[in-house]
């Protein structure tokens, strides 16, 4: 009778398989042939499992923050599990062990680093899988999966907008501005779908959306060219605005930026011409014809025009001129004694 320590390789094996030998010499005549016996004892059902546990302590990371995983892979079960490998995405190369194997209750720490992205930080949140996987003693696969979650700072979305004119004084009509507008990404997510508004920016100006990353930035140069009306107004006073959503379809970002470009100074003035019909030797009860012209020769329109005669109710002639525009109007006068008698009529409006 003796004893026998069973071994992992034996549970592993699945039996424990077991032949004793017996031999002998005659006292007298011929030797007995060797005889054996053999007896086979079964290992307990084997039950691989392979536990995966991932740890780390970051949370709230930034950009270029780094966060330090540790993986723990253990083997839980009752058997040998060999040529294990493990997968991670966000795991280099480099830092990838080389296939291991692990006894009953055996375990390896694998520990690396990830350096945040953009893309992390835009997505609120790193979800990462550690799998490890390898194959029992009869060859069949094992493997076990763990998952961290680690939050990114909060969003911070922030445009900031730009705007300058040149020139930026001094217009007239039908002078050109060239606008320059800068659109920065100032905040810690990237934006999306941002679009341009300006009121002196024509159709074909208008940029399509487009998308910043932080500290990303665009810029549009476009013209603008002045009218009567602005420098009738004095000044040209221009918003563009920015706006666009943050890549995790927070709250709309927009900021606004606005560039004043004052005009030539104003030099109002009008011109009037008048002509009678006919001019001589009119007699008591003709009629004479006048036609009044009146232009505006300044460089900014006039508005509320009357007219006073002092032969005529012209109460009802009005006007308003840009510049470069004239008025004509035309009225009558019937010639009285006192004309007659003073030889000459002087009219003046």
């Known amino acids: 009778t003796y004893t026998y320590k069973v071994t992992q ?10 032949t004793v030998t017996a031999n002998a010499t005659a006292v007298r005549g011929n030797d007995p042939e060797e005889v054996e016996a053999t007896a086979t004892v079964t290992a ?4 691989p499992e392979l536990t995966v546990v991932k740890k780390t302590d970051n949370s709230k990371v930034s950009v270029n923050d780094e966060i330090t995983y540790i993986v723990a892979v253990t083997n839980t079960g009752n058997v040998t599990i060999t040529g294990i490998t493990l997968e991670d995405e966000l795991m280099a190369e480099a830092d990838a062990p080389e296939a291991f194997t692990l006894a009953p209750d055996a ?5 690396y680093s990830y350096t945040v992205t953009q893309a992390d930080v835009d997505k609120g949140e790193i979800i990462n899988i550690a799998k490890a996987t390898g194959k029992d003693p ?9 998952t961290q979650t680690v939050t990114a700072e909060d969003s911070d979305a922030n445009l900031q907008v730009k705007k300058t004119a040149n020139p930026t004084e001094g217009v007239g009509v039908d002078d050109e501005i060239t606008y320059t507008v800068t659109v920065t990404n100032n905040g810690n997510l990237t934006v999306k779908d941002i679009t341009l508004s300006d009121a002196l920016m024509s159709e074909d100006d208008v940029p399509e959306e487009f998308t910043l990353v932080p500290s990303g930035e665009r810029e549009f140069i476009y013209t603008y060219t002045v009218t009567q009306a602005d420098v009738d107004e004095g000044r040209i006073i221009n918003t563009v ?3 666009g959503t943050d890549i995790r379809d927070n709250e709309p970002v927009e900021k606004s930026a606005t560039a004043t470009v004052t005009t030539e100074d104003a030099e109002a003035k009008l011109s009037i011409t008048k002509s009678a019909d006919p001019t001589e030797d009119v007699a008591v ?9 009146v232009k505006n020769e300044g460089n900014v329109s006039v508005k509320d025009g009357v007219l006073d005669d002092d032969h005529a ?4 002639k ?4 840009a510049p470069g525009e004239e008025a004509t109007f035309t009225y009558t006068y019937k010639v009285t004694q006192a004309d007659f008698n003073a030889g000459k009529i002087e009219n003046t409006v």
């Open 318 to 321: 009005t006007f308003a001129l």
């Open 44 to 47: 307990v059902k084997a039950e």
């Open 138 to 146: 009869d060859g069949n696969e094992v493997s076990d999966d763990d």
């Open 241 to 243: 605005t920015a706006r």
């Open 285 to 293: 009860g003709d009629t004479i014809t006048y036609t009044v012209v």
């Open 313 to 316: 109710d012209l109460s009802d």
């Open 9 to 18: 390789e034996d549970v592993d094996a699945g039996s424990i398989k077991n």
């Open 107 to 111: 375990a390896k720490i694998i520990t």
